[in-house]
């Protein structure tokens, strides 16, 4: 796991030096990414500088520095992430008279890229990574990013100057960089949390996509494609060869898993794993145990707040499969200790507050651990949200109204607060206020034009709908958001899980767990987002994955072949901190200073007095603590940033 950073600038007119002392600077910006190695290469005719930190994981020689030249000398990469199954690639390149230097997974695709071509190696390649490299025959840079999005990369035009990197604030040492907010990313951030692929917070800069290819010619022209389509290739899955049979079905996932988690299990440092206690780390837990010669280390955290701590079932677990267990039980102090950093840790705005606690296990883990493995990715692949249940339900009541369910819902509006009603409403409890106003929008969205996509956009954003509260919102809904998926996905249930892997796991999960264990110099690998694994669950019949109200069904048979059912059948717990009382204790005058009215007038961006009146119902006893977070990350975000 690593940090790269680079640009081609042929109009600055750099020598060598100047190029590699540019690249190895933006490359310095995310040396905790890689604290292990760091190295530059330039090319002064093309004006092309690489940059590198390395965290050393496989080979952890010499012979595998980079950025690395091919045996030959024709090209030059610098990979972030890892490739399982070099030990599959590798014959081709050895066959063809190659002489290894090492044994890194970098320099086995290195010499696979250049003896088969870029196509090829990501068609066969199986990991996780972002990879920037250069072909000095043809002129071409080539930028790559795995399947699943686990692994980030930002690429910035401005001018004559193409500039990429692993976070954003290595783009900002480069001097041809303008940090400009794009009000498209502001509106998404607003409504989400979180800003979506392809859009980053800056003009002119773009997350290239899961899956996704880009090329730049020598003439300067920037193409971008992708080389691996979760919305096609799940559809030919699930029409193409389903799996009818249950055990059969249980028995080629359990195999098929243990291989994923086996393939991540290698490494030349230590490695563990987190656990929850939950399905998805449970599981790759026992397949990790399975595997081992000695305990697994593991890693949980626990709070002293009810319905927040998830300690004591990763305990149980932890004892049942014998694994070496460590955890923390974090107070409300260590907590809140997170909260200054987020801005740093994460370089563009970010608002899922389970931020905190997962920079906090991780933080616990690399006292002990390099690498980390994680259950990322159970949930979007074989159902296992509660929404999703919910969304079926409304979607059914919708069909089954002939019509009637949104004026119903504006009826109901209406009627809580019409004179009659509307004294008894306000003596309501402010939590059942805002619940039911929220539940009335959303059932009423359920119908017409894309009203699953609105129904579910209701369910999942985290802040509020941009026009409410920015100055100027310029919302640009994906297309997905727009009913792109409608034809090749009828089933709600099945168009939602698409969803949230286009969506909700490469830009708010994958983004969370990336920064937040790279701050440390973490790596985590996640077996469940092994694309032959998220492939296979498009091939079970909805009635493998939610069954009555339990999910995850076909996950569930293969854990409990390890661990009793007792130990994991329970309601799903969120991985989250008390966000809510915080904001109106101890967060309260940080909260205040970010939120006055004169600084957020200043900036013309939100609307002071809405953000005021959202803030004033909060401390008034309502929940709208995340709606707030969003926009306490973005001020938090901007004064470190743009001040």
Known sequence: MCGI??????????????????AGAMADEIAHRGPDDDGSYADVERGLGFGFRRLSIIDLSPAGHQPMASASGRTVIIFNGEIYNTADLRPSPAGAGIVFRGHSDTEVLLETIELRGIEEALDRAIGMYAFAVYDRVTGRLHLARDRAGKKPLYVGRFGGSTMFASELRSLRRHPDFRAEIDPRALAAYTRFGYVPNPLSIYRNVTQLPPGGHGTLTPSGEWSVERFWRIEEVAARQRDAAPILEEAEAVDQLEGLLRDAVGRRMVADVPLGAFLSGGIDSSLVVALMQAQSQRPVRTFSIGFDVPGFDEAPYAHAVARHLGTDHEELYVTAEDGLNVIPRLPEIYDEPFADSSQIPTYLVAHMARQHVTVALSGDGGDESFAGYSRYGYLDSSIGLAASSAGLLAPLARTAGYALRAPAAASIYRRLPPVFRARADRWLGRLGAAEGPQGMEKLYRGLVQQGVAPKTILCNAREQPAAWWKGALADSYKQPVERAQMLDLLTYLPDDILVKVDRAS???????????????????????????????????WALRQVLYRSVPRELIDRPKTGFGVPIDSWLRGPLRDWAEDLLAPRRIAADGLFDPQAVRQLWGRHLAGEQWQYPLWTVLQFQAWKRRWLS
Do not use: C, N, Y
Request: no cysteine.
């Open 518 to 552: 790279m701050a440390v110099s973490l790596e985590v690998r996640a077996p469940l987002l092994d694309h032959r694994v998220m492939e296979f669950a498009w091939r079970l019949p909805m009635a493998m994955k939610i069954r009555g109200d339990q999910t995850k």
């Open 5 to 22: 950073a680079g640009f081609v600038s042929s109009a600055l007119g750099l020598d060598a030096p100047a190029l590699r002392a540019l």
